[in-house]
């Protein structure tokens, strides 16, 4: 099975800008949620889809926002950047139908505002 | 805040060492699991333990749970030098099901030196 996709890998944007990250999960899961890691913060949940409903949010302004698809791929989306919103945003895959499941993630994208 | 932490920070052996990690937590939980980067890339899921489990192993790993405590430890022996990475404890918070959400703590760096 392929893993996780998640392009772009590379991302320079400037400040006010807004971005758009993609993620393809594996197949056959229904379950995307993102995380954005940052040297200070570390990893830090943004929220999880499930059949194209979110089903939990991090504590992250409304300037992030995703959304899921019919085929469970998942875009999130950063409007307005600032400089503080360089960071890898990583997305992970699980089947999602209960508790106990380990995530897969992908190669992240790094996003980074000049 | 960081629902795990990991302890050291940082840590440097000799190739044929063990590495010893250690997580605490602050609330209940379901599962508690252990992650790997190596630099900047995705996290790797190496295992998985559930409240109601105090040890698994996987091959080199082995990992350890005290709810009592709320803390966890990851053992990696007999080291190599591509175990070089950083390792995240991850907590699936027990809300009476799952909130589809981990939390992690900051990571311990290890160096495993040839």
């Known amino acids: 099975k392929a893993g996780v996709t998640q392009t772009p890998r590379y991302l320079i944007k400037t400040r006010g800008q807004q971005v758009t990250l993609s993620c393809s999960p594996i197949?056959?899961?229904?379950?995307v949620s993102w995380y954005q890691q940052t040297p200070g913060q570390g990893l830090q949940f943004l929220f999880e889809?499930?059949?194209?409903?979110?089903?939990n949010k991090g504590n992250f302004p409304g300037r992030f926002s995703g959304r899921q698809f019919s085929n469970s791929r998942s875009e999130m989306n950063v409007s307005t950047l600032e400089l503080g919103d360089s960071a890898l945003y990583l997305c992970?895959?699980?089947?999602?139908?209960?508790?106990?499941?380990?995530?897969?993630f992908g190669s992240g994208t790094q996003l980074s505002v000049l | 805040s960081q629902q795990g932490e990991e302890d050291p920070q940082a840590l440097s052996i000799q190739e044929g060492e063990n590495a010893t990690m250690n997580c605490s937590y602050k609330?209940?939980?379901?599962?508690l699991q252990w992650y790997r980067q190596n630099s900047g890339r995705g996290l790797v899921h190496l295992i998985l333990?559930?409240?109601?489990?105090r040890e698994k192993h996987s091959g080199r790993l082995r990992v350890t749970l005290d709810t009592s405590k709320k803390s966890s430890s990851l053992l990696i022996t007999a080291s190599r030098a591509a175990d070089t990475a950083s390792y995240f404890c991850?907590?699936?918070?027990?809300?009476?099901?799952?909130?589809?959400?981990?939390?992690f703590g900051k990571g311990t760096l290890l160096t495993v030196n040839p």
């Open positions: 992970a895959s699980s089947a999602g139908w209960a508790t106990n499941e380990k995530l897969f």
């Open positions: 197949s056959g899961h229904r379950s």
């Open positions: 889809y499930f059949s194209e409903t979110q089903r």
């Open positions: 609330t209940s939980i379901n599962n």
């Open positions: 333990i559930r409240s109601n489990e």
């Open positions: 991850a907590t699936e918070k027990n809300s009476g099901g799952s909130n589809y959400k981990l939390t």
